[in-house]
């Protein structure tokens, strides 16, 4: 403790509020109590932490107080302050899974409905959310049946009116761009989609089967039929939604599972009274850390973008009352908070607890394998190439080329076992001709390592710890030769593929590893991928030059009538085929030049005309 931070421990008042914990200014934690004063200084005290509050306490050099007037204030500005900063000791929930919600916007005059992924704080009503996209599309499709709401993003009323489009004309819109319609028709179309999103179906139905009779009587028979089979589908989709179940409650289940490390919180979704969906959430260095503060946390991240279901069931919590004040606020309606003891609430909650225990054991393993394939690797690798340290950056090249034309060179970056695609490099060989792939591997090495001797940083590449050349003993000779060249020298290494045979420079007998070995898994995908880096772009420049060769070599035909021939032909052979007439019609071609493409891509007219005027 510095004497700042015991100034500032002895003058802290027992009130509720947010405290921010800094380093050189940076907030790394933000926490919020009832009591600042024994909850703050509780960090400074000579007692057992758990190693994250160990660690964090390590690198507190101040902090920061913001005062409330209550434990719900605090709750709310804690959420606030967590999303804005981002404190690296904090829960922060990395979640990229957003289940659709059904989005209608009151406040405009005309409302249409949409799918949004997140709900905002922008005055419009968010049904859902739904859990997976069947389902929304399912209720989409028959809200557009059934109710003819404007699908298009015109800024209605218009100024003047215009045509409306065909979904007028099939009856799935009331056409309010056209003055189709009264507003206030349309606004009674826009109660009964409401109504009906908030499970509601009875007075839907009951007008729908109100306004079949009307028609049936007038007899408009087709009007009346498309009202039976509205009413069709919402019975059908109901009675989908209530199979199996007289209990329509909405639930979020949550719970955690802590293994000492790592933690992960499981949440089951229960809508209508069936369970629709599981998500798990790992939580990194929160293994043991107090389970209350971990789901306080959870909670106030996981619902800042989401709407809490009806009742949420959560398997522990330190202040629930002010919880379920922040979770009504968030549903803007009510919720049931509940931290079941026993019974069937109790029994979901074993089961949720359950799958988080099952999901975070899955998690730890597949952390391992991944660990085995990577990081693991590269100790094994170094180890077999009696390397004095772990390599971090190791570069593979291959070369590629058909007979000797287009010659390329590829290469790959990993990067602690993983591939860094950003790092990846393509070579075009300019000083060899022919398929020489030993002097082409000279050429790239040479102007790789020459690239990190750059005296601008910016084009200055960093220097690899370990370079795979592909092939045996030569390609890593004629490799070596063109690093050493350069004045640099990193460790080097080929591998041969016939016999996956290492080879080291100055040794020769090779090196062979168990074909079950990560190390050797690990080599074989960096020389894989610069095999498949090379020789795709290999492959794009031989169909880039098999288009150049046809084209630019035709008097007349520059870039810009290559650009406009392919922009609406599409392809070389579409051109080939193309007429003479439909040649000139294209932008840009006049009639001589037209002329003489179509006899430099059918010579064989050509031929035949010259013959006609010889004979002649």
């Known amino acids: 403790m510095n004497e700042n931070i015991r100034l500032k421990l002895s003058l802290l008042p027992d009130s509720p509020g947010c405290y921010l914990m800094k380093q050189d200014d940076r907030i790394i934690y933000v926490g919020k109590a009832v009591r600042l004063k024994s909850r703050v200084s509780s960090y400074f005290r000579k007692t057992a932490h758990t190693p994250k509050v160990a660690a964090m306490i390590s690198h507190i050099d101040d902090f920061d107080i913001i005062l409330c007037n209550t434990n719900l204030e605090a709750l709310l500005l804690e959420s606030n302050l967590i999303k804005l900063h981002q404190p690296y000791y904090n829960i922060l929930l990395k979640d990229d899974k957003r289940y659709p919600y059904i989005r209608i916007d009151l406040n405009e005059p005309y409302p249409r409905l949409s799918i949004a992924r997140k709900p905002a704080d922008d005055g419009a009503k968010y049904f859902g959310p739904y859990i997976g996209a069947t389902v929304i599309r399912q209720v989409m499709d028959i809200l557009r049946r059934v109710f003819p709401l404007r699908t298009c993003s015109l800024s209605l009323p218009l100024k003047k009116p215009i045509r409306p489009c065909i979904n007028y004309d099939i009856g799935q819109c009331l056409g309010p761009c056209a003055n189709k319609c009264t507003f206030e028709e349309y606004r009674e179309v826009v109660d009964n989609v409401v109504e009906f999103l908030k499970g509601k179906y009875q007075p839907v139905i009951a007008k729908l089967e109100e306004g079949m009779v009307k028609a049936a009587k007038e007899l408009q028979y087709e009007r009346a039929a498309e009202l039976r089979n509205c009413i069709f589908d919402i019975r059908g989709l109901m009675e989908q939604q209530n199979v199996e179940s007289a209990n329509q409650t909405h639930q979020d289940i949550i719970a955690l599972a802590q293994d000492g490390l790592d933690a992960l919180v499981q949440v089951l979704y229960i809508r209508g009274g069936k369970l629709l969906g599981a998500d798990a959430f790992p939580l990194p260095r929160e293994g043991m850390e107090s389970a209350q503060e971990v789901l306080d946390a959870f909670l106030l991240q996981f619902y800042q973008d989401r709407i809490p279901a009806r009742e949420v069931i959560v398997e522990t919590l330190s202040a629930p009352e002010d919880m379920s004040l922040w979770l009504r606020a968030r549903r803007d309606g009510a919720v049931d908070l509940s931290i079941p003891q026993r019974g069937d609430k109790r029994a979901l909650i074993l089961t949720a607890k359950k799958n988080a225990a099952d999901a975070l054991q899955k998690r730890n393993a597949h952390a391992r394998i991944k660990e085995e394939r990577t990081t693991g690797a590269v100790k094994e690798l170094a180890q077999a190439l009696d390397l004095d340290f772990v390599p971090h950056r190791i570069e593979g090249f291959d070369i590629s080329n058909t007979q000797g034309t287009l010659s390329v060179a590829s290469m790959v970056v ?203």
């Open 414 to 616: 990993f990067i602690d076992g993983e591939p860094v695609k950003k790092e990846y490099r393509h070579f075009r060989i300019k000083t060899v001709e022919g398929a020489n792939d030993f002097a082409s591997m000279n050429e790239v090495l040479s102007r790789r390592f020459l690239r990190t001797q750059r005296e601008e940083e910016k084009e200055r590449w960093p220097l690899p710890d370990l370079v795979l050349v592909d092939g045996g003993p030569e390609q890593l000779r004629f490799a070596r030769e063109a690093m050493l060249a350069t004045g640099i020298e990193v460790p080097m290494f080929g591998l041969a593929k016939r016999l996956e045979e290492i080879y080291l420079p100055n040794k020769t007998q090779p090196i062979r590893l168990d074909m079950r070995s990560p190390a050797l898994h690990l080599i074989q995908r960096i020389r894989d991928e610069s095999h498949r880096f090379a020789i795709t772009h290999h492959r794009n420049l031989r169909a880039k030059a098999g288009v150049r060769s046809r084209l630019e070599d035709i008097p007349g035909i520059g870039p810009a009538r290559r650009r406009a021939l392919l922009a609406h032909f599409r392809t070389m052979k579409a051109v080939s085929d193309a007429s003479l007439e439909e040649l000139q019609q294209v932008r840009s071609m006049s009639k001589s030049a037209a002329q003489q493409l179509y006899l430099c891509l059918h010579p064989q007219e050509s031929k035949a005309a010259e013959d006609l005027n010889a004979n002649a």
